[in-house]
């Protein structure tokens, strides 16, 4: 893993803003992991997701403040969360052996960003499972499909909270999108960056490399300044 710098985590976020959030949470981990993003587009979404867990920690720390709203009777909850006690273990699921039903076998694999991508436009729920299903298991046979999603559904690829509301004790669930909290919190730093990056050029006639250059810290300085 190598430590990233403003520049190419700006040039990250202007290549792939446009693109749907699978290709971004592969971009963002491509760029930690200094690999080719369609090699990362052909990781496991648990191994992709693990990075990025070390992307946002790198970046923005290990701790972060969440809000939700309690399914039960909308009591807003606000809650600080590790980041290093919730991510996925390990770096991959493990794939079982092969499942039988009778003499007949099946592979299946862990599903990757090329996957959710494919799905990506897919509206109705059921039908992007059965689309999503249809690239991971290798077979037409509807049992056999079926015992291999459960097994696909016991793999630690998904990152869920539970949560209990102090207010009326529901207890429940919720996933929590590491690519998609990531990026929200991304794309509102590098907003936040090039209005710095202009301010400063305007007011001193630097370059954004030479901006760029200056510390986090010394470009907020700047702009204080400059105001």
Do not use: K
Not at 27 to 48: H, I, K, Q, Y
């Amino acid at each position: 893993m190598r430590q990233v710098n403003a520049r190419q985590l700006l040039d990250g976020w202007e290549a792939v803003r446009a693109r749907p959030m699978p290709a971004r949470g592969a971009s963002l981990a491509a760029v930690l992991d200094d690999r080719p993003v369609g090699e990362v587009m052909r990781w496991s979404v648990t191994r992709r997701d693990r990075t990025l867990f070390e992307l946002r920690a790198q970046l923005f720390g290990d701790a972060l403040d969440a809000v939700t709203s309690c399914p039960a009777c909308a009591q807003r909850l606000e809650m600080r969360l590790t980041l290093s006690e919730i991510a996925p273990p390990g770096d991959d699921v493990v794939q079982p052996e092969a499942l039988r039903v009778g003499d007949v076998g099946v592979s299946w694999r862990a599903p990757t960003s090329e996957d959710l991508l494919a799905i990506a436009a897919v509206a109705d729920p059921d039908e992007a499972r059965e689309a999503l299903l249809a690239r991971c298991i290798a077979t037409d046979d509807p049992e056999l499909r079926e015992r291999a999603a459960a097994a696909l559904a016991e793999q630690p690829a998904d990152v869920r909270l539970r949560l209990t509301c102090p207010s009326c004790g529901h207890v429940w669930s919720s996933p929590f999108d590491i690519a998609a909290f990531l990026w929200s919190e991304l794309d509102d730093w590098a907003r936040s960056t090039l209005r710095e990056i202009h301010t400063i050029a305007y007011a001193y006639g630097w370059t954004e490399d030479e901006i760029l250059g200056l510390s986090a810290r010394r470009r907020r300085t700047y702009v204080e300044m400059i105001r």
